[in-house]
Structure formats: C-alpha cells, structure tokens
C-alpha cells in the first residue's frame, strides 16, 4: 500500500479557481490523469503491472472527488485485495481493469477487477478512478502480455483478429481478444493479400457497417503483401468491421491490433 497525496474536490456553483491544491467551484471529472504511465514489472512482468501517476482523479459512490498525487504502486494479481485482484481467484484469456482507490485518511492502493465499471472497493477505501487495463494471454492465458500505457494510449503484443478474410461485405470481427470494453480507438496493421499476377488491391477497415471507413489500396507487379498500419476510432465495443474489394486483385486481408486508446 503507497501513502500519497490526496486532496478533496470542493464542488460549488459559480466561477471555478485553485487555492491550496483543491479544486473549488468546479466540476472535476472522474478518470483525469496527468502523467499516468502502466507497464510491466520489470522483475514479475508475468503477474505485475507498476502504476504511476503526478495525478488522477478519484469518485466515490456520490460523486465527491479526491485529487490524489505522486501515485506510485506495485499491482499483484497473485494476491486479493488492496494492489492485488478485488475478489475470487485469476482466470485466464481475462481482461483485468487497473483502478486506483483511495482512503479519506490519504492511503492510496490500486486493485484489479475483471469490471471495467463496478469493481470490488475493499473495506474503508471509499474513492476510485479507472487507470487502464491488461490482457491475461501468455502462458495458457495465466500471465499478461506486455503493455506500456503512457497517458491514454497503450501498446500491447500484436493480436492477428482475422487472417486472410476474404469476405466482400461488411463483416465484424470480434476484437475482445485484442481490445477491452473500453478502447475507444483501435491501432495496428492491415495486409492485403494480392492474387498471382498482381495488380490493384483494395480493401476496407470500418468502425461499423456504414461509418467511419478507412480505405486501404495498392498495386504490386507480382503476387504478395501490401501491409499498411491504421488507426481507426471504436463505435460497438470490441468490434471493427472489414471487407475487401472484390472488383479488385485483394484475395484475403489480415488485420492485426498493437495498440488502442481509452
């Protein structure tokens, strides 16, 4: 368990303004973090994540907040509890949610959760705020995979989500094997797997069936790849949808995710 800096959020009506390191006349939003980075322990990268932070913001049950600073924790999925899982035992092939919680008294500890929502508060730490998440996939599903999260955005181990899918309409491909609930934003590459003799190959990324498209063309002489990376925004929870251009020499694409953003 760290002891760090925690301060209270006044909220009030009226012009907001900073006096003593509280927030006061403001409306301060749950999850804000300033210098937030989660990795793998160098030491357990298996079974720990290291969290650290200059700040976030914290909630309790009715919406009172707490600034806490200086955020420096080992978490332990190995143990229950205060930096270890919030209840029951590991599973594997899980998504497990980073959250920090605090005490009124300022005692701030992080815990996982298989909830990307409602996780387990142990007893007498009454504020928490979501921080990130980490995939159990190596090892049969028991150990994480590498992560680096700096701010918002993560880099994680590429996951291929459909190999050589061939179909010519809007198709969704399930990405909760690369993605948690809540990625709003999906990052890695497509490949375009052109025909004997080459020619043009096209093909479509998409947030959903009719929106938000990415377009994804190339010539080469002779049979072979054209890989490209994207970025592309999330729309349905670990979902994208693909197609490719059946006008054109794309016999198959691959679409593989090594990073997304919250």
């Avoid at 009030?12 to 937030?36: A, E, W, Y």
């Amino acid at each position: 368990m760290s002891n760090g800096n925690i301060s209270p959020v006044i909220k009030k009506r009226g012009i907001g303004s900073l006096r003593k390191n509280k927030l006061i006349d403001c409306l301060p939003v749950r999850d804000t973090s300033r210098g937030l980075i989660i990795t793998n322990n160098p030491q357990n990268p298996a079974h720990q994540v290291d969290v650290t932070a200059k700040e976030i913001i914290l909630q309790d049950d009715n919406f009172n907040s707490f600034r806490v600073t200086e955020v420096d924790l080992t978490l332990d999925i190995t143990t229950n509890g205060a930096n270890g899982l919030d209840s029951g035992t590991e599973s594997n092939y899980r998504w497990y949610y980073v959250w920090i919680i605090a005490k009124t008294d300022g005692s701030i500890a992080g815990i996982f959760s298989s909830s990307s929502d409602n996780p387990t508060i142990p007893a007498n730490y009454v504020y928490r705020g979501f921080a990130g998440a980490v995939h159990n996939c190596r090892n049969s599903g028991y150990d994480f995979g590498p992560i680096k999260q700096v701010g918002n955005t993560v880099a994680r181990n590429a996951v291929a989500v459909i190999n050589s899918g061939t179909a010519t309409i809007p198709t969704s491909m399930n990405c909760s094997g690369a993605l948690p609930e809540k990625a709003v934003i999906a990052m890695g590459d497509i490949t375009l797997n052109i025909a004997s003799g080459g020619g043009r190959g096209a093909g479509w990324l998409r947030s959903a069936p009719d929106q938000g498209c990415v377009e994804f063309a190339g010539y080469l002489d002779a049979q072979g790849r054209l890989t490209v990376p994207f970025c592309i925004p999330i729309i349905e929870t670990q979902t994208l949808f693909f197609n490719r251009d059946s006008s054109s020499h794309a016999e198959s694409i691959t679409i593989s995710i090594s990073g997304y953003g919250f």
